[in-house]
């Protein structure tokens, strides 16, 4: 009788802190995932580099957010939280799958439309370490803060820093080695 009792209190218990955690209704959540759409493709891009893989990690990363919602502790903090769990959806693709598809081929695949003038720069970014691209992608690209970054990323924001800082010399160093190659 003792042991039904505590399940019963404890499954209210779970029911009530989800209640808590999760304030957001189904379609808040929706709103809230499209609203953050691109933020989930560029950085699982950063990651990942078949698109088909990107769309796989984003959509586990929403399905993943979904049943997890009660663990949400505030809503401010939802796409740091859902940022989060797409890096882990990416890394977990990532060691099922590690295939890799060369600069050179990637680039011939990407259309020239509005990225023509960022050309290098997407491929400089591209030849950087994992470690360093995420963080760069989140801080430039996405324009998460330093103290953002470290919550997501789960390092000390002194790394965040000196990684900001190497990925910015690595990136001065392969524009400029790509300026004169290419001229």
Request: proline share 2%; net charge negative.
């Given at each position: 009788m003792h042991l039904i009792s505590v399940r019963q209190k404890s499954s209210a218990t779970i029911c009530k802190e989800r209640k808590v955690g999760s304030q957001l209704n189904k379609d808040e959540f929706v709103d809230k995932v499209l609203e953050v759409e691109s933020t989930l493709y560029r950085v699982s891009k950063s990651i990942l580099?078949?698109?088909?893989?990107?769309?796989?990690?984003?959509?586990?990363?929403?399905?993943?957010a979904y049943d997890k919602l009660g663990t949400l502790k505030k809503e401010q903090y939802f796409?740091?939280?859902?940022?989060?769990?797409?890096?882990?959806?990416?890394?977990?693709?990532?060691?099922?799958?590690?295939?890799?598809?060369?600069?050179e081929e990637y680039f011939e695949l990407v259309k020239a439309d509005d990225k023509e003038d960022y050309r290098e720069l997407y491929l400089a970014i591209q030849k950087l370490p994992e470690r360093i691209r995420i963080t760069i992608v989140l801080h430039y690209v996405e324009g998460y803060s330093v103290e953002e970054i470290k919550q997501i990323l789960k390092i000390p924001a002194g790394t965040v820093k000196s990684r900001l800082a190497k990925g910015r010399k690595l990136l001065k160093m392969k524009l400029e080695h790509m300026e004169a190659m290419y001229g």
């Open positions: 580099m078949h698109d088909e893989d990107c769309e796989d990690a984003v959509q586990g990363a929403i399905l993943k796409k740091t939280w859902l940022v989060r769990i797409l890096i882990n959806e990416c890394y977990n693709l990532k060691r099922k799958d590690c295939s890799t598809v060369p600069y």
